[in-house]
Structure formats: structure tokens, C-alpha cells
């Protein structure tokens, strides 16, 4: 029996989704030779289901501890690429935030990741901390200095020089920072970032900012912040109204703010929160 042509071996580097590169790895295969099948990568990687790689593909099934080596046998990968592949999983699949954190500094931590996506990885440091938008926005000011020690004394609280340092540098990198006539200034910049990084980063934001409201009730005098805050009953079905006034009264702050750019000289971080603080009512069949 002639032996199977063998296809192509993808990069896993240029992935964030472990499911795509499975779904992409086995296209290629199966283009490369027609008699390639699930069943065959499910003998390759000693499992019993033939339909499980399909099945993960699609997301109705996960890798567990214990198929994850197989996966990895079978699709070729050794040494750093078999360990990009397992922290690839962790991302996908981490029931904590703090797991998932966990999950992406080692897909950050690798080399070839950080040369082959160099975009996604500094967008989600932009995401994750909350001084590199602040310092994209004190950009905006006229009295702007993009000397790193200048802006590290700027910022409030107070970071190091070497954030401020990696900050800029990120922000050049990502072109929403850029140098003209010898001026810094802020960029408008659309960078299409993939929703791996999203979910992370939006949290790390979230979180962040939310920690820089709370720290203001003691470091910050009470004529220079204003916190509101109210505690109200509601029907379920209007959370979506009460959503969409959040969304516009947002935009219209924002109008307002860009109105006032060219004067700009402080940055400011407005929070906006709608969150639950009880679960609806059971019924008689128990919990809803």
C-alpha cells in the first residue's frame, strides 16, 4: 500500500485559537492527500473517539490534560511549539481570569509568537494597563513631553520610568503615537485585535480602572473627582434600555470632550457600571 503524502506543517505561531489551527492543520492535510481522515488523526494521537477533533474544532468538545499530548504528537509539534500548543488550550479553555492571564503570559513569553504577531501582543499590554491609553490621551495636550521621566512624574498614581519607557515604545510601535515637526501626538489608529485578546485585556482595562476609581476616595482631593452612584430596582427586561442610555450619554461625553481636545491639559478616566447586584426571583420549579 502506497504511504500517504504528508501536508504542509502550519505555523502555530500565527495562531491565538487552538481550534483554528486544528481546523486549518487538518484542511491542509486532508488537501494534501483526499485519504487523510479523523479517524487516522485519532489513531495518531491514541484516542478512541475519531470524532473528537471535529468535535473540538467546532468547540462542542475541550482537550483535557490527558489528550493534549496525543493532539500534539499528532499534529508534529515538539519542544516550544508543542508548549505554544498547550498554553494556546489553557487561553481557550481557563475558567478564571486569573487562569487566563496565567495562560497568556506564557503565549506572550514566546519568542516566535511575539515575531509573528507583534501587533496583537502590544495591543494587549495597551489593554492591560491602565497608563498606556492615559498616556496615549496626555498626547492630546499641548504641554505634552514624551521624555519618559517626565511622563512617569505626570501620571496619577505615579508609575516607573521603565513603564513609561515600554509604554511609549508600544504606543510608536502601534502608530498611536507619532512624531511630527518634532511634536508627539496621538494617533487615530484601527487595529483589528482578535477577540482572544479582547476578552483578556477588556478585563484587565475594566479592572484597572475601576481599581484607580476606588484609590481616588484617598489620594485624590474631593473637588477633583466626583463619584456617583445609585442603588434601584428594575424589571430584567429594561436592562437593555438602561444599557443603551449608558451608550448614549457616553457618546455624548465623548462629544463633548473632543469638542475641548485642542485645550486638553489633565487626563480623566470616566467610569460607566450597570451591574446586578441580586438574581431574579425563583419559581416554584426552583431556580431560573
Not at 502555530?12 to 494534501?32: G, N, P
Not at 491602565?130 to 513631553?145: G, S
Not at 438602561?242 to 469638542?259: S, V
Request: hydrophobic share 40%; proline share 4%.
Amino acid at each position: 500500500m502506497a504511504s500517504m503524502r504528508r501536508g504542509p506543517d502550519l505555523d502555530i505561531f500565527q495562531y491565538l485559537s487552538y481550534r483554528q489551527y486544528l481546523d486549518d492543520w487538518f484542511s491542509a492535510q486532508k488537501a494534501a492527500d483526499d485519504r487523510f481522515s479523523h479517524r487516522l488523526f485519532a489513531r495518531r494521537a491514541g484516542v478512541r473517539s475519531p470524532s473528537l477533533l471535529k468535535e473540538v474544532i467546532g468547540g462542542r468538545r475541550n482537550l483535557t490534560p490527558n489528550t493534549v499530548p496525543g493532539f500534539a504528537k499528532a499534529l508534529r509539534l515538539r519542544g516550544e511549539s508543542a508548549e505554544f500548543f498547550r498554553a494556546l488550550v489553557r487561553l481557550d479553555q481557563a475558567d478564571t481570569h486569573a487562569e487566563k492571564n496565567e495562560a497568556w503570559e506564557h503565549v506572550a513569553a514566546s519568542r516566535r509568537f511575539r515575531q509573528a504577531r507583534p501587533i496583537d501582543g502590544g495591543m494587549m499590554r495597551v489593554l492591560s494597563n491602565w497608563y498606556y491609553l492615559a498616556i496615549r490621551e496626555l498626547a492630546q495636550c499641548q504641554d505634552f513631553d514624551p521624555d519618559p521621566v517626565e511622563v512617569a512624574h505626570r501620571l496619577h498614581p505615579r508609575i516607573s520610568v521603565a513603564q513609561a519607557r515600554e509604554a511609549l515604545d508600544t504606543l510608536f510601535e502601534l502608530g498611536m503615537l507619532v512624531e511630527e515637526h518634532g511634536h508627539v501626538r496621538a494617533a487615530e489608529v484601527s487595529i483589528a485585535t482578535p477577540h482572544e485578546v479582547v476578552g483578556v485585556a477588556a478585563q484587565n482595562y475594566h479592572r484597572g480602572m475601576l481599581q484607580r476609581a476606588a484609590e481616588s476616595m484617598e489620594s485624590v482631593d474631593r473637588d477633583e473627582r466626583h463619584l456617583l452612584g445609585v442603588t434601584v430596582a428594575i424589571p430584567a427586561e429594561m436592562v437593555p434600555t438602561l444599557k443603551a442610555e449608558l451608550d448614549a450619554f457616553q457618546e455624548r461625553l465623548m462629544h463633548l470632550c473632543d469638542e475641548r481636545v485642542a485645550d486638553a491639559d489633565t487626563v480623566y478616566q470616566i467610569n460607566l457600571q450597570l451591574v446586578p447586584l441580586s438574581a431574579g426571583k425563583r419559581s416554584s420549579g426552583g431556580k431560573r
